[in-house]
């Protein structure tokens, strides 16, 4: 049976032991593309079995790869710009953050291809502990937290871990 949570900004994915890895992939992947991350349902935790989370950390790096970022008129665009000028030196703080207490597996750059504008790469970060800034603060960008878990039971647990007050609101 699927669920689906409104658990605040910081809302949590769960991809248990029967679940199809590429199929969680690509769930996770396109799910922080929805209207350029400005979505307060957006699912920017992802929680994984210890056994599973090094193969889906490869296969969300995959699909984040394929992600078309672009301009909002051209209809190949799957990511379009951050909503405003401060997002995107919000979201380099947080990748910076994300590099000294997780894996920065891919993303957190301005594309290569479009050198002006509010635009930023799908971001993973793997191995990364549910009580860090990364985990628990609303990012408002394309980035997603990957986080191991023990079994059902720990899924659960750090999914409803109340995150910490954010200093941005939806």
């Known amino acids: 049976m699927r669920v689906t949570l409104e658990l605040g900004g910081k809302s949590a994915a769960i991809a248990r ?6 199929e969680a992939a690509a769930i ?5 593309t929805v209207m350029s991350t400005q979505v307060c349902a957006m699912l920017s935790r992802g929680i994984v079995p210890r056994s599973r989370h090094d193969r889906l950390a490869e296969l969300i790096a995959a699909e984040m790869q394929r992600v078309v970022i672009g301009h909002s008129d051209d209809p ?3 990511l379009g710009p951050l909503a405003m000028k401060r997002q995107p030196e919000r979201l380099e703080s ?4 994300g590099r000294s207490s997780a894996e ?3 993303g957190g750059n301005r594309p290569a291809h479009l050198n002006r504008g509010f635009f930023r790469e799908p971001t993973l ?11 628990q603060e609303e990012i408002f960008g394309p980035a997603l937290s990957l986080i191991r878990c023990e079994d059902e039971d720990d ?6 871990r109340a995150p910490m007050a954010s200093t941005a609101r939806c």
């Open 104 to 106: 920065l597996v891919t």
């Open 125 to 135: 970060f793997a191995n990364v502990n549910n009580r860090s800034r990364i985990a």
């Open 28 to 32: 996770l992947a396109r799910t922080i």
């Open 155 to 160: 899924a659960l647990r750090i999914a409803m």
């Open 17 to 22: 032991d029967d679940f199809l890895l590429e």
């Open 76 to 78: 190949a665009t799957e």
């Open 94 to 97: 947080y990748v910076e953050e």
